[in-house]
C-alpha cells in the first residue's frame, strides 16, 4: 500500500506564493500519472496539475502560467509551486498517483494523499 502525504499549505494573501509536497512512501516512477488536484467549498473536485511518467506535463486552465508541477524522483517527492494566487484558488488540494490497467498491472492502481488546506485571503 503506497501512502501519500501533502505537506506545504496554509494562508495567504493574494498574489502570494506556496509550494505543496506530497511525499510518497514508495518510489513515484512506478506512478504513470501524479497529479495535483483541489475541491472548494460546495465545489466538485477538479483536477489542477498532471505530470506523466515521461515528463510532460498538464495543467487546468485556470492555473496556467502560474503553478508548475514538478517531481524529485530521487526523493519520491512531487511538487506543485504555485504563484500569483488568487482567492479563487481557495481549496483542499489532494495529492494523486495513478496507472492505469496494463499487462502486468491488471487492475491498475490509485492512491490519494489526505489533503491540504490553501487559503488565499487579504
Known amino acids: 500500500q503506497v501512502q501519500l502525504v501533502e505537506s506545504g499549505g496554509g494562508l495567504v494573501q493574494p498574489g502570494g506564493s506556496l509550494r505543496l509536497s506530497c511525499a510518497a512512501s514508495g518510489n513515484i516512477f512506478t506512478f504513470y500519472a501524479m497529479g495535483w488536484y483541489r475541491q472548494a467549498p460546495g465545489k466538485q473536485r477538479e483536477s489542477v496539475a498532471v505530470i506523466i511518467s515521461g515528463g510532460s506535463t498538464t495543467y487546468a486552465d485556470s492555473v496556467k502560467g502560474r503553478f508548475t508541477i514538478s517531481r524529485d524522483n530521487a526523493k519520491n517527492t512531487v511538487y506543485l509551486q504555485m504563484n500569483s494566487l488568487k482567492p479563487e484558488d481557495t481549496a483542499v488540494y489532494y495529492c494523486?498517483?495513478?496507472?492505469?490497467?496494463?499487462?502486468?498491472?491488471?487492475?491498475?492502481?490509485?492512491?490519494w494523499g489526505q489533503g491540504t488546506q490553501v487559503t488565499v485571503s487579504s
Open positions: 494523486n498517483g495513478n496507472s492505469p490497467p496494463r499487462v502486468g498491472l491488471p487492475y491498475g492502481r490509485d492512491y
